[in-house]
């Protein structure tokens, strides 16, 4: 039996997959290890050793070797500057073909005895930025990947915006030929978690997020509303108004809290020249509950959008392994 391997390294965490020959998950490893630490040590030692270590740990628990190995797959920040092997971004429009025929083969002896894939990420245009158009541009570093998993699982011939929540939050319009053709990146997760810890209104919302089981609908779209007609920085601190003059739980502040933030992300789908779509668009959200669900209200509630479906991955292969897989396919190395 020959297996594949996916490696997929963010900013903090590495993660590698044993996929069999039905491309069933066999085995799973991971380290507490990415990107950031590169940044903060200024070389890539740690990153070396996490993607070695989940590697070597694949292998040991399905007692195999490397030479029962058909490829190994990587993806996401590993293929940054500071992650194990810099590998230029491609400019879209790209889809499975591009990022195919941009992988490059890397054999890094300390890591492994065998060369590893890896996946470009994709830049939004290849023109020079300057004040008059960088608002356009945008990059991303593994949503390339799970893009390409998502947009398997849609009707064809269908613009598409990919929704793929996290602390920073990517939105990824895709056109009719299925090919990625912009991105836009907010800080949404990120700003919501300063407010959340380190602000004033940490102790109305007692430095809680929402639950994971729901947030409260009304609360969500009272945040948003109040964000959309009087700004974000003053709909946060209505939060604190809230939390003293009404018997309001902390978990309904949260979800107030969640609503008002998003309503910045609504406003740059809208306004932003990073992404091309349109009404016609089909909307479909990543993402784990509650945030994918609040995601959804928004839209909905927003209206411009007709189309909104919400990702459920029922058999536990990440998305960033099943997009690998299927470009690993297309360049004809499974």
Known sequence: MKYAITVDAGTTNTRAVLFNERRE??????????????????????????VRECLEGLLAGENIRYEDISVIIASGMI???????????????????????GMRSVLLE????????????????????????YESMDIMRGEETETIALIHEIPKNRRVLIVLPGSHTKFVSVNECGQITGCLTTLTGELLSVITNNTIIADAVGHQFVGEEACDRELLLAGYQNAQKTGLGRACFSCRILSQFTDL????????????????????????????????????????????????????????????????????????????????HHNNLL
């Open 249 to 328: 739980s902390k978990d309904q502040l949260a979800s107030y809290l969640l609503g008002a933030v998003l309503r910045s992300d609504v406003m740059s789908i809208r306004n932003s020249t990073a992404l091309s779509v349109d009404s016609s668009s089909i909307v479909l959200v990543a993402g784990k509950q509650p945030l994918q669900q609040a995601i959804c209200e928004v839209l909905h509630f927003d209206g411009y959008f007709k189309e909104i479906l919400a990702y459920n991955n029922n058999d536990s292969i990440p998305l960033s392994g099943r997009g690998a897989l299927l470009i690993a």
């Open 25 to 50: 998950i066999a085995a799973q490893e991971s380290r507490s290890t990415g990107v950031r630490n590169t940044a903060i040590d200024g070389n890539n030692s740690k990153l070396r050793t996490a």
């Open 110 to 133: 300390d890591v492994c005895p065998i060369p590893i894939h890896f996946i470009p990420g994709v830049k939004n245009t290849s023109d020079p930025i300057a004040l008059d158009n």
């Open 79 to 101: 293929t940054s500057n500071v992650g194990l092997t810099e590998i230029p971004h491609i400019p879209a429009p790209a889809g499975i073909s591009e990022l195919a025929a």
